[in-house]
């Protein structure tokens, strides 16, 4: 019998979705894969040389570095990370370079090869879903990005021989969906982490370049058609030598003097002492590049105003995929824009696609970091965090007729609020902006990924708090919405002091009856209950249910939320003859008010067949259990959270029936696409985890008895 509480739902119309979005009530759209035979993954071939990646860049001094990686490559080993544990985790050693250049140099030994940016879960599916975009056009352009990464998983697992080179990877669980599910071909990462990595992935650590090859390099770059005099080696060495033989210093640098060419080495080698004070707090290593980039950028503000003015706009966006439109705001002429990016991608400030720049993340630190003033001039750090925060509120402005931007417009700019929530100055308020979070944050709630909106909600509570008191009904509604993405993470030793603190005051400010404070009263029993404490839950739950059913009536949807999360209160504490009438009940009252495929509806089917399940009645739970996952994929998607509980829970219905052949295979799946929507160490993955693991030991004691048995006949 299935009897693990963490893969089951629960259903609260004001509190599994953020306050703000409790009267939306509409079904969430989702795409399933495409069932003609010739767009079937396996039916798609990729053309010869198929490939997203960016111009070689130049690397000198690490060809000992390639040897070891395609070593490690091809010696049956699936996976290879580079990595940086000499710049104590900052950026700029050469990983990226690294993996570029061999992915160029073995280019013909693979079918495929793709460049995925990896700084995030959201980035790496975008990445997948721009490879279903480029082998089959036609679907994905009207497909959900969701069922685009199914698709490209797909593929992946059917073909063999690709590439796939994750870069700047920055928790080295987010790659276990791909590294443990897809294994017909090569998997290479870069990151600055040093642990953290599987036992199975070989690493390779990049240091500091020879002091040879970095002074090779540096006159590579400054003299690339007459080539160094014997005092401009000498120079170069010298110089090599100040900026500690890093990487990135010495790019930098040698494009500023190719740029440049009456500023001699020797010279720029005695400004770094002398220009600019120390401007960047941390390592030493950012330190020197903050001299470097200072010097850079005095040239630029005298040459080109304006570059220097989007570099430090694009501090506060998202490193990557910055749009070229988000740069240009209104009233100013893109060609000079155009002309601006082109002159800091000359001095290797940023990388152009021609639509999009990116930057790097070093970069990004030092330029957000109080740079010193003589008082006279504004700070150019705050400068640019308002310019990008106008940016994005402009390219947020409702299209014409609408009152909200739309879906393609908060998918697009979320990863920029993200990163602006995350790097929000203390006491910085903008109300605009607080709305911009608060909408995107519903957004990746209805794509069931609520906890990758923590940094949204957590700089809101903290405007919120700053603007309207600590009591404001907005404040409270914010704070919990805040506890229930940390409960969404797996974070209950957050999740439960929020909750226990935001009820004590919704109770002070708003009464013991406000809506609010039902609804608070209601998600701290949840956290109770995922806590492993039903009897808290319980008695919360039943007072929470009985104060709703008098202030809201008895068929409000919320009273339906109460009644079905006291019903599965009674189920996590194993009274199930309380638990199946109440379940039972309150899915006909669903269905009668909410409708059949309503996702609240959805969820209460599905709790009351893990009741069956749980009572020993397969016969009534597996049928029940189909339904309800046939329904959440049509309707939710085949990565969203409740369609993963429902394939988990299922699979565990068929291993108690004795099917283990669909259970594991079931299983397997589930456990791919948890690792994928909730991350490595979630609870409901580490769950999965460990029922796939007991299925497969159950299937091999079974073989083995089987085995035994023929022996002794």
């Known amino acids: ?77 699936e996976s290879a990370i580079t990595q940086s544990g000499t710049v104590h985790g900052l950026g700029g050693i050469g990983k990226t370079t690294l993996a570029l250049h061999y992915a160029h140099r073995h280019r013909g030994d693979y079918t495929l090869i793709w460049w995925i940016n990896a700084a995030s879960p959201d980035e790496i599916e975008t990445s997948l879903a721009s490879l279903t975009q480029a082998l089959l056009p036609d679907w994905a352009t009207t497909a959900k990005r969701s069922a685009q990464v199914a698709w490209a998983m797909q593929w992946l697992a059917w073909h063999s021989g690709w590439l796939l080179v994750y870069d700047n990877v920055e928790n080295p669980d987010d790659l276990a969906p791909y590294t443990g599910a897809l294994h017909r071909g090569h998997h290479l990462a870069t990151s600055r982490l040093t642990t953290g990595w599987p036992d199975s992935a070989t690493t390779l650590t990049l240091g500091n370049l020879d002091p040879d090859d970095a002074t090779a390099l540096l006159c590579r770059l400054v003299f690339k058609e007459t080539g160094p005099t014997p005092r401009q080696q000498a120079e170069a060495r010298s110089l090599a030598s100040k900026l500690g033989y890093f990487p990135l210093a010495i790019k930098q640098a040698g494009a500023y003097l190719a740029q440049n060419r009456g500023v001699s080495l020797d010279s720029y080698r005695r400004r770094l002492d002398t220009k600019l004070a120390k401007t960047a707090r941390g390592t030493n290593t950012e330190s020197t590049l903050a001299r470097i980039w200072n010097v850079t950028l005095h040239t630029l503000g005298m040459v080109d105003p304006l570059a220097v003015e989007l570099l430090h706009t694009s501090a506060w966006l998202a490193p990557d995929d910055i749009p070229h439109s988000l740069l240009t705001p209104p009233g100013t002429d893109p060609d000079d824009i155009a002309e601006a990016i082109g002159t800091l991608t000359a001095y290797s400030m940023v990388t152009d696609t021609g639509t999009t720049l990116s930057v790097h993340r070093l970069v990004q630190a030092v330029l957000r970091a109080p740079q010193n003033t003589d008082g006279t001039q504004p700070l150019r750090h705050v400068q640019g965090r308002n310019r990008a925060e106008q940016a994005i509120l402009h390219s947020l402005t409702p299209l014409p007729g609408q009152d909200t931007p739309t879906e393609d417009q908060l998918d697009t700019f979320t990863p920029h609020l993200v990163t602006l929530a995350a790097t929000s100055p203390p006491e910085h308020h903008n109300t605009q902006l607080v709305d911009a979070y608060e909408s995107a944050a519903e957004r990746l709630h209805q794509q069931g990924h609520t906890a990758r909106a923590i940094p949204l909600l957590e700089a809101t509570v903290a405007q919120c708090k700053q603007s309207l008191g600590d009591t404001h009904p907005d404040t409270l509604n914010n704070r919990i919405n805040l506890a229930l993405a940390y409960q969404s993470a797996g974070n209950l030793e957050r999740a439960i002091p929020l909750l226990e603190a935001t009820l004590a005051q919704c109770e002070q400010a708003l009464g013991d009856t406000h809506p609010d404070t039902l609804t608070s009263r209601n998600n701290l029993a949840e956290a109770y209950r995922d806590a492993g404490d039903p009897g808290r839950a319980i008695a919360l739950h039943e007072a929470t249910l009985a104060q709703r059913e008098q202030a809201l009536g008895d068929t409000h949807p919320e009273t ?73 994929e049509q309707v ?31 299983l397997e799946a589930s456990l791919a696409r948890c690792e994928q929507v909730l991350g490595d160490t979630h609870p409901y993955t580490l769950n999965s985890r460990n029922s796939l693991a007991g299925a497969r030991e159950v299937a091999q004691t079974v073989q083995q008895i089987d085995t035994d048995a023929d022996r002794s006949t």
């Open 560 to 632: 339906l939320a109460s009644r079905h999360n006291l019903a599965y209160a009674y189920q996590s504490a194993g009274d199930l003859v309380r638990a199946i009438p109440l379940l039972e009940a309150t899915l006909a009252e669903h269905e009668q008010v909410l409708g059949d495929t309503h996702p609240a509806t959805l969820i209460s089917r599905h709790n009351l067949a893990n009741s069956y399940q749980s009572a020993g009645d397969l016969g009534r739970a597996i049928p029940l259990m189909e339904a309800t996952l046939a329904q959440c």
């Open 636 to 666: 939710l998607g085949d990565t969203h959270p409740y369609t993963l509980a429902s394939s988990k829970d299922l699979a565990l219905a068929y291993q108690s029936a004795g099917d283990l052949g669909r259970a594991i295979s079931l």
């Open 1 to 77: 019998m299935n009897t693990d509480d963490e893969s089951r739902l629960r259903i609260e119309a004001a509190g599994q979705r953020p306050i703000a979005a409790q009267n939306i009530g509409t079904a969430i759209s989702g795409d399933v894969l495409p069932s003609e035979a010739l767009h079937s993954p396996e039916k798609v071939t990729a053309a010869p040389g198929t490939s997203n990646l960016p111009p070689a860049a130049l690397c000198l001094g690490r060809d000992e570095e390639l040897g070891r990686l395609r070593h490690i490559l091809t010696s049956r080993h």
